[in-house]
């Protein structure tokens, strides 16, 4: 490599261009005591940025996913509890987070057992086993993973499994997990590949890391019910009680086969995937057996328009957004035009969504569920409501404000209604192109 060392005369005028700027010394003093997201915010410009839409869905209170990354399990429950409230007319229902998170985690166990067992053969170093290894098991995840757990394990009210300190906290869950994991990868993958009872010895490692799993998440999130009766008061105050359900039995009576019509489409507006495709990702997953994870790739004049159709007919819409971009937590709203990080910095900070990807600058981190849309004259979005995972603190009681141009900047994935889809049928149909582990749309949501 060619090294070009910053030299003693480029310093002096880097020095000088700082010195004799008077805004510069100011901006000193202002940084020092004050943050940069409070000193960029423009109050003129996102004074038309309010809580006002001309499509809202009436949704039940905000919930809290505290101090875990579990805001894909939250965002997809906020959406079958009022599936199932509109049912039983109830006014406040939440479904069981714990009970989800604790089969993603032991089936999650199981994937990645698979996924180093099907590496083993790989060298120390190479780049899919270290990013299996590091990668581990955590808190996040995507839409299909959600619909592989409540196909394989149902749904309960949350009365039924209640939250925990270790699920509403789960920090010092992964890192034991994590450890128990890749102590277990670092046997298998110590067991010569000549040894005629390689087979034998790594089943062994499997079911002795598993039934170890198994009773650790037990003891963090409690044994999930084999069975539970559903007791509720509904908003005429009328009292139920609806007896010996199975998880299985409450999914099928409570949603049925809701999931299957449903599709993940995305806007990744990168060279390397073409859109009117769909993708997949390589050792993304959480239930070995399971159908693999789907992505229909749109531009994004047309992932706006299925988001909108979908809201406008009166169905909130799942969705995965890069949320730590401009983002006013005051006032709940994200939008790009309320803070002017350029003109605070004078650096150059101006990159397109395809940039954005390539660059390792944005990703999909964390999901939610629109619940409105504003429209203008002309039909085309200025605001979307949002339904968050983060409590009822704020102005709007834990719902927040999104701006036109931060949905089409930062929204990466949304989940659509099979019936939207008519006219990528052929393209859904395809074999999906396979991306590597690393790739962003493979990032999950926490």
Request: some cysteine; aromatic content about 12%.
């Amino acid at each position: 490599m060619k090294q070009t060392p910053v030299t003693a005369e480029a310093l002096k005028a880097y020095s000088a261009s700082y010195c004799s700027s008077p805004a510069k010394k100011a901006m000193t003093n202002a940084f020092s005591r004050t943050s940069l997201s409070d000193l960029s915010f423009d109050p003129v410009a996102s004074r038309d940025v309010n809580f006002r839409f001309s499509n809202s869905i009436k949704t039940m209170s905000a919930t809290n996913q505290k101090s875990s990354g579990r805001c894909w399990l939250f965002a997809a429950t906020n959406l079958l509890r009022e599936i199932i409230a509109g049912k039983k007319n109830l006014d406040s229902f939440e479904l069981s987070q714990s009970h989800l998170a604790f089969w993603d985690k032991f089936e999650r166990a199981n994937y990645y057992i698979d996924s180093i067992i099907d590496t083993s053969a790989l060298p120390d170093g190479d780049r899919t086993v270290d990013y299996i290894i590091e990668t581990g098991v955590g808190d996040g995840g995507q839409w299909d993973m959600f619909v592989n757990i409540v196909r394989k394990y149902g749904i309960v009210p949350k009365d039924a499994m209640p939250e925990t300190f270790q699920s509403s906290s789960t920090s010092q869950v992964n890192k034991y997990l994590n450890l128990c994991l890749r102590k277990a990868a670092c046997l298998i993958r110590s067991v010569g590949r000549e040894d005629h009872s390689r087979e034998a010895k790594i089943e062994e490692i499997r079911q002795k890391t598993l039934d170890s799993v198994f009773s650790f998440l037990c003891e963090c999130y409690t044994l999930p019910p084999e069975r539970f009766d559903f007791e509720y008061t509904d908003k005429d105050g009328g009292y139920h009680l609806e007896k010996d359900f199975t998880p299985i039995s409450f999914r099928d009576e409570m949603i049925g086969d809701y999931l299957d019509g449903y599709v993940s489409i995305i806007n990744a507006p990168t060279a390397d995937k073409p859109f009117g495709k769909t993708y997949t990702v390589a050792y993304l997953g959480n239930v070995s057996g399971a159908p693999e994870i789907v992505y229909l790739n749109l531009e994004i004049d047309e992932f706006r328009e299925l988001v909108k159709k979908q809201l406008v007919d009166g169905e909130p819409v799942w969705f995965g957004s890069d949320c730590g971009k401009y983002s006013d937590s005051t006032r709940k709203v994200w939008d790009p035009g309320a803070f002017d990080f350029e003109l605070l910095t004078g650096l150059d900070l101006s990159m397109t969504k395809q940039q954005m990807l390539d660059y390792h600058v944005s990703k999909m981190n964390h999901a939610m569920v629109f619940t409105g849309v504003n429209l203008r004259e002309d039909g085309t979005p200025d605001r979307w409501k949002v339904e968050n995972s983060w409590g009822s603190d704020g102005p709007n009681k834990g719902y927040h404000t999104a701006t036109a141009e931060w949905f089409d900047r930062y929204v990466y994935q949304a989940v659509i209604n099979k019936k939207y889809l008519e006219a990528f049928r052929d393209a859904l149909a395809e074999k999906p192109v396979v991306l590597l582990p690393w790739d962003p749309m493979g990032s999950l949501a926490d």
